[in-house]
């Protein structure tokens, strides 16, 4: 079983709407959660973390933890053709390392 | 800019030869981090130094990889008789000890083996 499951996508939204993106984890101890961006050709980007159960947001993102169900989400709201990347979820694991998901690729339609 | 740094960029090389990558993390940040990342996949975890000690290596990391942070600042990763399986994204991220959850990372060295 892998650590951090991600829906593969790709997800295509339009402008202006919300993307919804989606991450399961199978360590039930985990207690960190991040989401990455990353645009094609460069390195990951932290846009938020999360450690406590309920949503969290930060701007146009919002993102979403419950630890019963082990499962972690990110809202992008308004989204703009900027927003367009892979979108990578990640576990902290055993207090040095990130785990992360395949990845998410969004593209946001003008 | 005081971010991570790496070094080179792009790296093409021939199966069979050696090559070399180059980290700078944050100044202050005293934990330095190696991922791997193949077309597709988010980034696996290699190894880890904090200061100059290298504290944990991923099964990933065969015989033919070695790792060094000489003096707890910049790091190496080198790679002997590179095989075409080695074409990746190598990414370095730094963080503090207290803080090794929010890790950040450069921009990366993309390497092809031919």
């Known amino acids: 079983q892998k650590e951090v499951e991600q829906n593969s996508g790709p997800l295509s939204v339009p402008e202006g709407a919300i993307a919804s993106l989606n991450c399961t984890y199978s360590?039930?101890?985990?207690?960190?959660f991040f989401w990455y961006r990353q645009y094609s050709g460069k390195s990951p980007e932290l846009i938020m973390f999360?450690?406590?159960?309920g949503d969290k947001e930060d701007g146009r993102f919002t993102a979403q933890l419950n630890k019963a169900s082990q499962y972690v989400s990110l809202l992008i709201r308004d989204s703009q053709p900027s927003d367009s990347a892979t979108y990578l979820c990640a576990v902290f694991l055993n207090d040095y390392k990130l785990s992360f998901g395949a990845g998410t690729t969004v593209t946001v339609r003008a | 800019d005081t971010g991570v740094s790496q070094d080179p960029r792009h790296k093409i090389t021939k199966r069979g030869q050696n090559v070399t990558f180059r980290c700078d993390p944050i100044s202050e940040h005293n934990r330095l981090y190696w991922y791997r990342q193949t077309l597709g996949q988010g980034p696996e975890f290699l190894t880890y130094?904090?200061?100059?000690?290298?504290?944990?290596k991923s099964r990933l990391l065969s015989d033919r990889f070695s790792a060094e942070r000489p003096k707890g600042s910049f790091s190496t990763l080198e790679i002997q008789r590179t095989e075409q399986g080695d074409s990746a994204m190598y990414l370095c991220?730094?963080?503090?000890?207290?803080?090794?959850?929010?890790?950040?990372f450069g921009p990366g060295t993309r390497l092809t083996v031919t």
């Open positions: 360590d039930r101890g985990s207690q960190s």
């Open positions: 999360i450690y406590s159960n």
């Open positions: 130094f904090q200061n100059e000690a290298q504290l944990e």
């Open positions: 991220a730094s963080s503090l000890a207290r803080q090794g959850y929010e890790q950040y």
